[in-house]
């Protein structure tokens, strides 16, 4: 039998998944969990022919420029791969492969359960009954907004958008987006859903915007200082995507001067680091990047990397191949 690849996994995986990797592959296990640093990463890519990161590694074109000559995939754990560049991977003839799909409902769930706890005050609800502050029922007491009837905007149309919008129309939103292109007609007609060419317009409008796009250069910022300012007094933003495509200082700032009405965050721009406006303010939901964290989600990625290895190690084109020009 051909000898097993040598696969470097850098954090811990759910066990059924280490177990078949284990017995497919020549594989080194990261059990403690401890993200790795720079040089360990380093040392990892000099002799690994396969290495599995997530969001929490950076591989840049400097740790790039040490992989060893055996490195000849990257199967990242994670449909996100701003964390690697990808260009200069291929330019080394490093293949790059992700886990698209199979997180898509359940990023798209918390998506739903923030725009949810935003405009309904669910934390600062709950805050107040585990602290023992419920002294008897108000009329005019923890008011939020209703979402039914309220426009929502979707900016970046992809799986995840998509699976966000159906939710949203079953809560009795209507569905706007922003994409670099319109959705199929079908797609359009199945979600009732109105394309915005100019986010700006779009901005204007909404009563919730949810970003969904990828973080790539070109949407770095993409909600920037002056987006925000287009955004309605009462409106709401949610992010499950990337920190970076929402410029966070300014969005604390808004919020804090109650220009925004609210903000449910899964994501940050410089994570796990947090702007301290946002950690003080009471009209934000804000969670630790949990949008795929579910069993069954983290199992469904996990036989993803499996597959893209064992595809590309027999040869052939793995399934989840990343091409930079599609980012
Ligand atoms: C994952 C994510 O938890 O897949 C993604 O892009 O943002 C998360 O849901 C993480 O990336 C795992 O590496």
Same mark, same amino acid.
Request: with cysteine.
């Given at each position: ?135 008897? *029922?108000?009329?005019? *007491? ?53 394309? *915005? ?131």
């Amino acid at each position: 039998m051909a000898q097993k690849p040598k696969v470097v996994v850098t954090r811990k995986l759910p066990d059924p998944v280490e177990t078949r990797m284990c017995e497919l592959f020549d594989t080194r296990l990261n059990l403690a969990d401890k993200p790795m640093s720079a040089d360990e990463l380093v040392e990892a890519i000099s002799e690994a022919e396969v290495l599995v990161p997530t969001v929490t590694d950076r591989i840049d074109s400097r740790i790039l420029s040490r992989a060893g000559p055996n490195l000849r995939l990257i199967a990242n754990f994670g449909a996100g791969v701003d964390n690697i560049d990808v260009a200069t991977a291929n330019a080394r003839g490093i293949t790059v492969t992700n886990t698209p799909g199979v997180l898509t409902e359940d990023t798209a769930d918390m998506t739903m359960a923030l725009i949810l706890a935003a405009a309904r005050r669910l934390v600062e609800g709950a805050n107040v009954v585990q602290s023992g502050g419920f002294s008897g *029922w108000s009329p005019t *007491w923890m008011l939020g907004r209703r979402i039914a009837g309220k426009r929502l905007g979707v900016v970046g149309m992809g799986r995840i958008g998509q699976a966000v919008a159906r939710r949203a129309r079953a809560f009795g939103l209507s569905i706007h987006y922003h994409n670099r292109k319109p959705v199929s007609a079908r797609i359009a007609e199945d979600l009732e859903a109105t394309y *915005w060419e100019s986010l700006d317009q779009m901005l204007a409008r909404m009563d919730v915007i949810s970003v969904n796009c990828p973080h790539t250069p070109a949407t770095f910022h993409l909600l920037s200082a002056r987006r925000l300012k287009l955004l309605q007094p009462h409106a709401i933003v949610v992010n499950t995507s990337r920190g970076e495509v929402i410029d966070e200082a300014s969005l604390a700032n808004m919020l804090a001067r109650g220009e925004i009405a609210g903000a449910g965050l899964d994501v940050y721009e410089n994570e796990p680091a947090i702007n301290p406006k946002l950690l003080k303010l009471p009209n934000v939901v804000l969670l630790p990047h949990m949008g795929s964290a579910t069993v069954e989600s983290r199992i469904d990625m996990g036989e993803k990397v499996i597959i893209n290895i064992k595809t590309f190690m027999d040869g052939h084109r793995p399934p989840d191949r990343v091409i930079p020009s599609m980012l």
